[in-house]
T-cell receptor, first 114, second 113 residues
Framework: AQSVAQPEDQVNVAEGNPLTVKCTYS??????LFWYVQYPNRGLQFLLK??????LVKGSYGFEAEFNKSQTSFHLKKPSALVSDSALYFC????????????FGTGTRLQVFP | NAGVTQTPKFRVLKTGQSMTLLCAQD?????MYWYRQDPGMGLRLIHY???????AKGEVPDGYNVSRLKKQNFLLGLESAAPSQTSVYFC????????????FGPGTRLTVL
């Protein structure tokens, strides 16, 4: 079965420190990988995606993610966290075998402390 | 562009009542989706549509029906609401290319008493 795992329910980080939100996947075929962010009482907003090419992908608000095929991971990173980055983050995958649907992880709550 | 809009934003139903949630998009997207979001479970796909007049079941379709009579609208119906359908419902849309990301609406918070 195809799946996405976000092993941490919550990540806490001090403002100014680097942050990482983890994501691993298990799919058949080549993955298309996405990160979304959800602020309180809002819908999901697209952050970045990996389709092909360079394994390091840069996205909105200074976020980036690294695709690692051997480890089947797509971790979200930011060099210096801001309090305003506090939100719920979702990893999602679409595969070349079924391009209609996205499979979402359960989400990781990022809390950035001043 | 308004993007993806959802109506209503909030609703409280009694068990057994029916209602329809409306999703509208002005981006000329072919694909549209309905999800529900519950604590600790992420987003689960209810139904989706790959074009006007077509719909398909997602991960959790039971108790819901959908219709896509116009390309820009995707309706989600609850014929007989149950407390287990208390959730936040999100609509999303995307261009048909597999590379494209989904755009989400602001959500509808539904409570079934």
């Amino acid at each position: 079965a195809q799946s996405v795992a976000q092993p941490e329910d919550q990540v806490n980080v001090a403002e100014g420190n680097p942050l990482t939100v983890k994501c691993t996947y298990s799919v058949s075929g080549n993955p298309y990988l996405f990160w979304y962010v959800q602020y309180p009482n809002r819908g999901l907003q697209f952050l970045l995606k990996y389709i092909t090419g360079d394994n390091l992908v840069k996205g909105s608000y200074g976020f980036e993610a690294e695709f690692n095929k051997s480890q089947t991971s797509f971790h979200l990173k930011k060099p210096s966290a801001l309090v305003s980055d506090s939100a719920l983050y979702f990893c999602a995958v679409r595969t070349t075998y079924n391009t209609d649907k996205l499979i979402f992880g359960t989400g990781t709550r990022l809390q950035v402390f001043p | 562009n308004a993007g993806v809009t959802q109506t209503p934003k909030f609703r409280v139903l009694k068990t057994g009542q029916s209602m329809t949630l409306l999703c509208a998009q002005d981006m000329n997207h072919e694909y549209m989706y309905w999800y529900r979001q519950d604590p600790g479970m992420g987003l689960r796909l209810i139904h989706y549509s790959v074009g006007e007049g077509t719909t398909a079941k997602g991960e959790v379709p039971d108790g819901y029906n959908v219709s896509r009579l116009k390309k820009q609208n995707f309706l989600l119906g609850l014929e007989s609401a149950a407390p287990s359908q208390t959730s936040v419902y999100f609509c999303a849309s995307r261009h048909r290319s597999a590379y494209n990301e989904q755009f989400f609406g602001p959500g509808t918070r539904l409570t079934v008493l």
